[in-house]
Every structure is written in structure tokens, then in C-alpha cells.
């Protein structure tokens, strides 16, 4: 299994930055997919998650400026940012729970990160 993460960039304050995230390989289901995020000298936080009923979490902080969605059957999880604050600079990590086949546990899978740098 691998996530392969894609976007990311510079932008200044208040610009907007998406995120995506494709899940391949062997795949029997997939329940929560997200992103986390690291700043420097922080630990890794959580950013935004989306279950497979399609219910969401946000940290406080991006709440009213993020939105996460996902396509289950495309495997695929989107994170749209707005406002960009340069505290939401860092970097980017995509998460999912995974089962490979029926008997399998889920486990957690990261993606590479993608760094999102915010700044005048």
C-alpha cells in the first residue's frame, strides 16, 4: 500500500493551497483518511480527518478556512485550504486506516509530506 501526496507550495497570507492524496497498491477498505501536519519544532498535529461515512474533524485552528473531502471509490482524499495563515505553515502528511483484505486489521499508512509554506 502507498499514498502518494500532491500539492503543496508558497503562498502568501489569505491565498489558498489544495491538497490531494490517492491510497494504491492492495486495498480491501479504507476508513479514516487526513492530513497531519508538523511545524518546525512542533509535533505532528492533526490537521482535518474524514471518516468513510463521510463525517469530519477539524482542529480548531482550520475550521472555517479547510475542507476535507474524499472519493472512496478513487481511494483519494482532498484537503482544500483558505485563508492561509503563516502558522499553518509546515509539513503535510497524509494519513488512512487501511485493511488489505477481509482478515486484516487496519493499519495506519503515512504518504510522503508535502510541504505548505505561508509568507509575505
Not at 14 to 19: E, H, I, N, T
Not at 57 to 67: I, L, N, P, T
Not at 71 to 82: E, H, P, R, S, W
Amino acid at each position: 500500500v502507498q499514498l502518494q501526496a500532491f500539492g503543496g507550495g508558497s503562498v502568501q497570507p489569505g491565498g489558498a493551497l489544495r491538497l490531494s492524496c490517492a491510497a494504491s497498491g492492495t486495498i480491501f477498505s479504507i476508513n479514516d483518511m487526513g492530513w497531519y501536519r508538523q511545524a518546525p519544532g512542533k509535533q505532528r498535529e492533526l490537521v482535518a480527518n474524514s471518516r468513510r461515512d463521510g463525517s469530519t474533524d477539524y482542529a480548531d485552528s482550520v475550521k472555517g478556512r479547510f475542507a476535507i473531502s474524499r472519493d472512496n471509490a478513487k481511494n483519494t482524499v482532498l484537503m482544500q485550504m483558505n485563508n492561509l495563515r503563516p502558522e499553518d505553515t509546515g509539513v503535510y502528511y497524509c494519513n488512512a486506516d487501511i485493511r488489505t483484505n477481509w482478515r486484516s486489521p487496519r493499519t495506519h499508512y503515512w504518504g510522503q509530506g508535502t510541504q505548505v509554506t505561508v509568507s509575505s
